[in-house]
């Protein structure tokens, strides 16, 4: 595995509310930094040929919205846009997708190893000239996806099971070329020093039955994480709502700044049956904490 830099690491800021009608420029920072496997690339400061293989983002995200634009090399070319995605000790990838190329069907999300529901797709017209660049904006905001090309919402997915994960793009025969490949984050944590849920009472209070986890999920390392052996253990504080799911969720103690993020995306996947006070289903704060092996 080698790494693929246009330039500077990127470095962005938590702390812009999700689900922003429109984002400031000022936000975004340009993707100069990538995880390549063999790729085929070609690159200059703000352009990047990718010819074969597949690139990625040495950190994770939770919500963003991602923007850039892309042309395929070839009338068949082409790349997929990874969007969540990780990568196990075994190399299976499991990620969300989106085709960027020429044909009617680019920008249709899919899964590969994850699951999506409740997906709309409006199909595009085809592009005949491969000079022609499209400009692309994906935004990933909690359990939605969303892809817009030439400002038109081809394609967007509802309750995605996966919340965190890298950033990535794979071209087989064809290609494609990507420029102004810029990100701004979406915060997912919590800025208040504050405890969340005040007022609200926690899962050992007495009058409280418990709740109980129905569903599980395993934190996800990015690979910048994994290059510098980061592991731990991470302590969250967040609201079970009175309808299972989680609400706020605050981050306690980390022992490194890149689990913060994967921690909070991990819990969100979590669901419960409520805790309940007199047979009444309730919100409640509990803690957890997250090992990062």
């Not at 390549?36 to 352009?47: G, H, I, Q, V």
């Not at 070839?74 to 299976?92: E, K, N, Q, V, Y």
């Not at 103690?253 to 996947?269: F, I, M, N, Q, Y």
Request: hydrophobic letters at 45%.
């Amino acid at each position: 595995m080698s790494r693929l830099i246009l330039a500077a690491a990127v470095v962005v800021a938590i702390g812009v509310p999700a689900r922003a009608s429109a984002q400031a420029e000022d936000t975004f920072q340009t993707i100069r930094d990538w995880e390549t496997d063999r790729a085929k690339t070609e690159s200059t400061l703000d352009t990047l040929r990718l010819l074969e293989g597949t690139i990625w983002t040495p950190r994770g995200y939770a919500d963003f919205v991602l923007r850039f634009e892309y042309r395929p090399l070839t009338p068949t070319g082409g790349a997929s846009l990874l969007l969540r995605s990780s990568i196990d000790i075994h190399r299976h990838v499991s990620s969300y997708e989106a085709p960027l190329n020429g044909s009617p069907e680019r920008g249709r999300l899919d899964g590969v190893r994850q699951v999506l529901h409740e997906q709309r797709f409006v199909p595009s017209a085809p592009i005949g000239d491969t000079t022609q660049w499209v400009a692309a904006e994906v935004r990933a905001e909690s359990d939605r996806l969303s892809v817009i090309l030439d400002g038109v919402t081809v394609a967007t997915a509802d309750r995605a099971e996966t919340l965190f994960g890298a950033i990535g793009f794979t071209a087989g025969a064809g290609g494609v070329e990507l420029r102004g490949m810029r990100i701004a984050v979406l915060s997912m944590l919590s800025t208040e020093a504050t405890a969340v849920g005040v007022g609200l009472p926690h899962t050992g209070d007495p009058g409280i039955t418990p709740p109980k986890v129905r569903r599980r999920a395993s934190p996800r390392l990015t690979a910048a994480a994994m290059a510098a052996r980061v592991g731990g253990i991470a302590k969250l504080e967040f609201v079970i709502e009175a309808d299972g799911s989680v609400g706020a969720v605050r981050v306690i103690d980390v022992p490194h700044p890149d689990l913060a993020l994967a921690a909070v995306a991990c819990v969100r996947e979590w669901q419960f049956t409520p805790a309940t006070r007199d047979g009444v289903p309730v919100a409640v704060v509990a803690t957890m904490e997250v090992a990062f092996n």
